[in-house]
């Protein structure tokens, strides 16, 4: 852009400034106006920086602005506005564009810019401007911090900020060509920065206490300064090279010369003696050509080595994102001068301002008062100057801010971070790849200064050195940091500087660990672990007898009876039963009230469980649940001892967590897992394991590859890791594949082999090594062809798995079968039913899975593909409601707004099949109904089965505390589901519903099984139990007997879920054949998605429940079929007689009611109470039933006077001992409803002994809801 095209109204203000004769500047009465205008126009230019590129091409920096501070500087206003203009001239083209530019218009814009800030820095190398830009900045320095203005500061951060900018600018590589030791353009800026002496400024503001405001500011521009120099570089300016650097040049120019001299020695070789000019056609024996005919070859045959078959192809062109990333380090030899000047720059700022300077920045850093990547400047200071520090005369004092664990984990934490953000970031995935590689070099520094520190004279440096080791080698992310940088190595993101970097750093890290443990005979380590649950069924816990506990309670008694009930102050002060602090909810820490109450009683220690239950009464004073506030200490001794007889609900302890340690792979779930630290004992041999990765040893044969470009000492870590590998884990055989056998070829066949002994003989170890095992294997040049992981390589050396083996066979499909599955494929595919395959499966006579259903379909050709055949996801087929489905949800609506489900009903006969929480939204959305509550399903009141233990809801409404609650919750989706607060109800509301219940009762229907479905289900058990299933098919029929007596006691049918204790029975409900004996008894599968356990139908009577359950018995077959028509009319008068008694129970419910009503102020003694030790017998805890599913289950515990014929204790103990140990993956709600009258005699006496009988009128009866909700736990996989 040339000057004259500038804009009319820039270049009048330009011209305003004023005008340069020879050196003098004259500038024009408006100049500070004009100087300001330009400030304007710059702040409301476009995006391609139109003035920006006009004020630069008409260079107004060079010719106005420059010579007006120089000549100027008097004039403050002016000198402040110039300097303001030049900051924002002088800011990086990246800041200016954001990015660099896709586009090529703007790319072309961003690269003028460019042009444009390397001439500004060329003319800023000059020591007049720097020299007064110094004597400003010390005039400001000289003030004391009360002294200056605002505008002071300003001034100093605008002078800093410039000569920030000018030192940000990059060099031009195609007009600065200079060699090494040559002045370049930035060599002179520093030289000028060093004359003016700005230098001296910088390391004053960088050890100042005053001047802390600018370190960020001050690291910055050090930064810069050094940007092209290397700590080798400024160490050894100005000094006598050492013998081992001559000896090291000595040896690369011989190296040359061998490699010159060889390949002269090869060329001759292959040319004849005489000269010939035609090139000859040969044909190469055994390389076919496209054809069948041999390869013929038209060149020399000194080209020959170099022959391909890609010869004369066109290049194939490699995408971008696939390419790999180029390195962007540029170091070279500045000036001798420069050199000197900065190698004491280093020397006095290392001594005087280093320490100081980290401090600031790092908790400027932490404490997040930076901007954003301002801790690469701090990577870099500490890369740069603790390396020159330890080439220059070691001294680890002048660098102890840096050398501490906390700069280890900080340095850590920035490198999983940037490779985070190099992954979710893939737009600006070079800069974090540069970051991360920033980081890496840091660390690497940390390393070498640690290890220089061990081979420190002084004791105390070597102590604070094993101390930093020790703690670098117990904590698994220091030691696992280079295992994760190895497997993720990407090289189209990280460039091949990253990786030498890295397998150096990793070199050196495990040459420290070793040296450390050889040391020690023991060496422990922090181990992280992953917390799951067992799946395994616990063992039955031992239970107290009720001998033991009557001889407990008589020694507790009589101690706190001779006691007085008085306790000691230290007892009164130490009772704590509540903690506010805990994250534990209020009523989980009244439960573990009780449990502690109860463990001192059984330990015997009644003083204590007094001080317990006292404190305990104290902090929860309403309900009653530890007594009234004005109890007595007869009630107290009274209310001690049902909590000793009662069984409560105990927490599972945190023991029966299983721990496994944290493996390679990173696990998906981890968020839903708690990770345990513990600590281990440390083996090196097996920490070396770790690296036996195809993953790991591929980047290490990439930077093989440049072995001829690597330094000895690269190539030297290359070797030793894969001599680990190879020699000491006797792993060779990871390293048998192709590409490295050709580069193991290249490397023999190098003319310069002479220098590359320790490769040479690696190579020619795993060599020989492959050589000796292909003689024995006949697959080892097949083997070739694959990386291999450590399995792979332990069949190839111990002999590989015989086909078959490990996997099971596929069976053949007989003529028989093949018929059968074809007639049931022909029936049932035109039937309109969603999947074919899941209807034909259970009705194959033999157990076979999906996959070989459908690939025999296809290869039968009754199917075309298998496509034709694959299961319909969920929720893919419907999206939108049409206007038919709408009004038909509409039609179902309205026909069942009446019933008990509407949404379970809704379900059932809607046409297009969606998730429940699909029909929820949409029934809202049309205006149906006003809340979701209305859809949810209404419980009727009736016995679900019978309680088989006792929770910690129970156990509060014994000791009399009435709550009312309602829960008024449905499952809504699998994954979103809300527990909505409970609302109480009136107790009318509680009469209607027990009068509801009473009328909607009905009796169980019963029904025949035919004797041939007996047959084949006893043929069926045959089966599994050759198969090895008897356990599964027992805990089958135990659980259809015990659903049939709970049906037959309370009258009522409902699904019952099977839920797996065992593994056995888990393995089995997964097993085809015990899925087949499964239907064919008449359990239903999971339905809904919302399903997850199979449940016993409610559709079976107690007869069909208790006929089913014999016939899984194979010893009683001929008594079962004798029997059936006993137990049908036993079962007819069962029904008859449980009828009668529900009568009477209905009219004992409502008698209690009234009763309730008047509120008497004395109570009726119960009749023919059982006794306390019947009580505690009878009651089994059931805390640790848990379903996988949210289920609603109403719990009606009435006493009445049908407890005659209910089976004895021991029976009812018997049969719910295998729902102790139920565990549950999702969350279960239990809806217990005690019902408080005075006819529930048996089961509420022990509540009344708590409560004062002689004042207290008896309280209403009201229906209580209470809820349990389960931890999700996640089962193991």
Known sequence: MDLYMMNCELLATCSALGYLEGDVYHKEPDCLESVKDLIRYLRHEDDARDIRQQLGAGQILQNDLLPIITQHTQDKPLFDACIRLMVNLTQPALLCFGKIPDDPAFRHHFLQVTSYLQAYKEAFADEKVFTVLSETLYNLLQLDWEQRDEEDNLLIERILLLVRNVLHVPADPYEEKNVDDDASVHDKLLWAVHISGLDDLLKFLACAQSEQQWSFHILEIISLMFRDQTAELLVSAGQMRSAQEKQKDMQELELLRQKETAEKRSRTLMRGTRHSRFRGSYVIEGLKSIGENDVVYHQGLHNFKSYSHDLGKAVRRVPKRKQMAKDSDSHRRSALNVRLFLREFCIDFLENCYNRLMYLVKEGLIRERAQQHDETYYMWALTFFMAFNRLQNFKPDVVSETISIRTFHFIEKNITNYYEMMLTDKSDATSWSRRMHLALKAYQELLLTVNEMDRAKDENIRHSSSVIKSNIFYLMEFREIFLTLLRKYDERMQPHSFLRDLVESAHLFLRMLERFCKGRNNLVVQKKRVKRRKRSQKKPEMETSAEDLEQTWQIVSEELRASGFQLAESLTEGAVPFDAASDTPVNEQRTEALVRIQDCLMSRAGPEALSLLRAARAVWPEGDTFGSVEVEPEEELELLKQILFTKLPRTVPLDSAVEEEDGDELVEEEELESVAVSETEFNFLDFIKRFAHPNIVRPYVVLLRSYSQNSPHTNHCITRMLHRLAVDLKMEALLYQLSVFSLFNKILGDPAAAAYQELVKFAKYVLNRFFVFAATNNKAFVELLFWKNVGAVREMTEGYTKDGEGSKKKAKWTPEEEAEVQRLYEEHKDSGVPDVIETILPLLSSSRTRREVVSHLVSMGLVDSVKDLKKEKKGTRIVLWTEEQEQELQGLFEDFQDSDDVLGNILKRITAKRSRARIVDKILSMGLVSDRKELYKKRQRGAHGKSTGMTEEEFFDMTGEMQEKDIEDEEEDDEDDDDKSDQEEDEQHYEEQIVRSAKKHQKSTSGDISSEKIHSLRKMVQTLQLEGLSGPVLWLQNSLNRTADDREEDGVSHPVALVPLTEENEDAMENRSFQKLLRAVGIRTPSDGQETFWRISSSLSVNQLRTLAASLDPLEETGAEGDSEEKDSRSVEDED????????????????????????????????????????????????????????????????????????????????????????????????????????????????????????????????????LSDEEEEDN
Do not use: C, G, W
């Not at 009477?1144 to 009726?1164: D, F, V, Y």
């Not at 996988?1188 to 719910?1216: H, T």
């Not at 509540?1247 to 209470?1266: F, G, L, V």
């Open 1137 to 1268: 007689k449980d009828d009668n008694d529900n009568q009477e129970m209905r009219a004992q419910a409502l008698r209690a009611l009234l009763l309730s009503r008047q509120r008497k102020h004395t109570s009726a003694k119960p009749k023919d109470s059982p006794s306390q030790e019947d009580i505690s017998d009878s009651v089994e805890p059931s805390e640790q039933k848990i379903s996988k599913k949210r289920s609603r289950v109403l719990d009606d515990d009435e006493d009445d006077e049908d407890q005659k014929d209910s089976p004895s204790q021991e029976d009812i103990s018997d049969s719910v001992e295998p729902s102790e140990q139920k565990i549950s993956k999702k969350r279960s709600r239990v809806l217990d409803d005690d019902e408080d009258d005075e006819d529930q005699k048996d089961v509420d006496l022990s509540s009344r002994s708590m409560t004062s009988e002689r004042d207290s009128p008896a309280a209403p009866a009201k229906r209580r809801y209470t809820r349990v």
